[in-house]
DNA sequence: CCGCATCCTTAGAGATACTG
DNA sequence: CAGTATCTCTAAGGATGCGG
């Protein structure tokens, strides 16, 4: 069993703020991409969540959806046919993290190439 | 010199779709925490941010902050009194950044005791 | 097909001390 | 006071092989 929890970071200070917990998680490297793409899809199976995310592993997959489904923003359900289906879908509450989501691609998407710009012109410098 | 960037991950697969990269630093541990706290005060001074963002340590609040201001979000200013003043404001890119942040925290905020509940629920079984 | 366990590597983050 | 540089060390993440 893993130890990573929420790293501990937070939790160093007194504050232990949980609205932290619930922004680390979020900010995690794969929880944005899992959520826009099961928004994007629906219901998903293991397998084609990872081929639609480029560059995930299994071992990262896996553990990202485990986090998810035990915050109650992803759904896990097992189908017992042979060999066994698994598949995964956001809960109301994932949804509207979803929602947020969306605004948060929004901007990236908007705002793109003026961040390309800006970096250009500051390496360009000194 | 920190070789860092963005960590490669993303450019690995020959996809590099910027978006990743923008959303990538957004989901920096500090970045929305620094953010929220220039956007609340206005301009800070470094020494201000460090003690406003309980548990940021001095090397981290320098390289979130270079990352930023190299993306055009935040600006730094330096005034040549003795000793140097420094100080950090959101650019129109970073505020409006700011709003996108603050949609998540607020999401954050609203369901942080939703997430505590599924966590208690999942802990509880198995 | 799904995902768990193990080993291994390295980047990221802390602590500390030094320069302008 | 602001920032850089160095050293160390943890733990996140990749690769692989097994088991249901």
Redesign the interface.
Same mark, same amino acid.
């Given at each position: 069993m893993d130890t990573d929890q929420v790293s501990g970071?937070?939790d160093? #200070?007194k &504050?232990a703020c949980?609205?932290r917990q619930? /922004? #680390?998680r $979020? #900010? %995690?490297?794969w929880? +944005? /991409?899992i959520i826009t793409t099961l928004e994007r899809d629906g219901t998903l199976r293991s397998g084609q969540l990872k081929s639609s995310i480029? #560059?995930i592993t299994q071992k990262m997959l896996t553990q990202t959806l485990r986090h998810l489904?035990? *915050? &109650?923003?992803v759904r896990r359900d097992v189908v017992a046919t042979v060999p066994v289906t698994v598949t995964y879908t956001l809960t109301p /509450?994932g949804r509207? /993290?979803g929602a947020?989501v969306a605004? +948060?691609?929004?901007?990236?998407?908007q705002? +793109?190439d %003026? $961040?390309?710009?800006?970096?250009n012109?500051? *390496?360009a410098r000194d």
């Open positions: 970071r937070w160093a #200070g &504050g949980p609205t619930v /922004l #680390g $979020i #900010g %995690d490297t929880t +944005m /991409l480029e #560059g489904e035990r *915050d &109650g923003v /509450l509207s /993290l947020a605004t +948060m691609r929004a901007w990236a998407y705002h +793109m %003026d $961040i390309v710009a800006a970096r012109e500051y *390496d």
